[in-house]
């Protein structure tokens, strides 16, 4: 559903997701940072989603 160069870069988005939900670890500001400098990311993310089910 997802071109694979795509998936890669929104897998560590996921995982920072866990982080802040579950508070497995200590949240780590800069990467939260870095993460939502991906924003764009998130926006093609739902496009291609929306695609999908269309």
């Known amino acids: 559903m997802l071109p694979p160069d795509f998936a890669g870069r929104l897998a560590p988005i996921a995982g920072l997701r866990n982080i802040l939900i579950h508070k ?3 949240v780590d500001w800069d990467e939260v ?3 939502l400098a991906k924003l764009d990311d998130l926006s093609h993310f739902a ?3 929306r695609r ?3």
């Open 24 to 26: 497995y670890l200590t």
């Open 33 to 35: 940072y870095t993460n």
């Open 47 to 49: 496009n291609l989603i």
């Open 52 to 54: 999908w089910f269309g």
